[in-house]
């Protein structure tokens, strides 16, 4: 039997991801939400919730129509008998891993916060994101139902900020998360900052590399993805063979109308900024390896031929997620699929070698 496109081709499957929601809006029961635990472990043991804009509504959904989702890993036999509910399934989350505050990335997180059962839990993320979301939490939007103090055991939330020093941070049993910094566009107060997690498994050491919301690095006035992906060059594909990354609008969308995102296109050229990275990794590597170090002029960002870069991102999985709903489009073919297809071609057409895929909702993906 051929592998599944959602499962990695050869390596061992260190985690198993439950999208819960992968639009950008403006459908509120299919907002940015992923439920992962280590592939060795149980739902019921515990979950890392990577964003959480759609939430129990959502699961108590995906549930009806598959009630087998959060399946046991265990015999078959148990794992039929073992049937867990939308507000089971959340009262097993022990912590949150925010991108950043806007609300299709936070819904359920507030919604729920009020009758979350089960353990206190972490939110985690960069100080300005918790920051932001301490404004729903007023007492005036929202009930105030998290502090930022370790002994205030009267809420269910706790604040814990995550620091982008280039180390990892042990956030749940064998899993670690490094924490980059990413653009999000400009507002009225300035720049307005999202976040790339490089999500790693510590027993195997094995990653995944996950995008909250991304302005093109060509229109940003301080690139910071260049920086994901020169810390993600090293890695691939041997320990990083899998990436999340928004796509939210369409080929054609003018860029003072991106308000943030990407397109195809944009993301075609950040993919290359990728390729770009690994290959000069392998040079260098290889260089130091042979112990010859010619003089070679420092390259610049996309200085290399496509020929170079040809299958440079072989063995990489690219899924695409954050597509902008089109509520007036084609009911039988949704938007996450054109656009999908756009990247794919794009990938393609460059040669790159990843294998472009569609985060789908309700999908359990091994990684």
Known sequence: MLPSPLSPSSAPISFDLVVVGAGGGPDETNLSAYLVKPHNTEWEDGILALEAGSGQGTLAQLLRKDPRIFHSVKSKAEAVSKVHSASDIYSFVRCFLLSHAHLDHINSLVVSAGSLRGSRKRVYGLKQTLQDLELIFS???????????????????LYSSLIPDGKYKLVFPDIAVQTMPLNHGRNTLGQYHSTAFFIR????????????????????NEPQTINVWRAAAPKIP??????????????????DLLFG?????HLGNELTALAT??????????????RRRPARKKQKRNSLTSDEL???????????????DDMNGDPNRPIRDIITEQVRLVVEERGLGAKVL???QGACIAI
């Open 139 to 157: 007492d005036r939007i929202w009930p105030n139902l998290a502090s930022w103090k370790e002994e205030d055991d009267q809420v269910k939330l």
């Open 201 to 220: 498994h510590e027993p195997s050491l094995h990653e995944f590399l996950f995008f909250g919301d991304v302005e093109p690095d060509s229109i940003a």
């Open 238 to 255: 041997g320990t990083l063979s899998t990436i999340f990354i928004e796509c939210s609008w369409p080929s054609g969308r003018k860029d």
């Open 261 to 265: 995102h990407l397109t195809p296109e």
């Open 277 to 290: 990275e690994v290959v000069k990794f392998r040079i260098t590597n290889q260089q130091n390896e042979t």
């Open 310 to 324: 040809k299958d440079a991102l072989a063995g990489v999985r690219v899924f695409i997620i954050h597509c902008k």
């Open 358 to 360: 569609s985060a789908e």
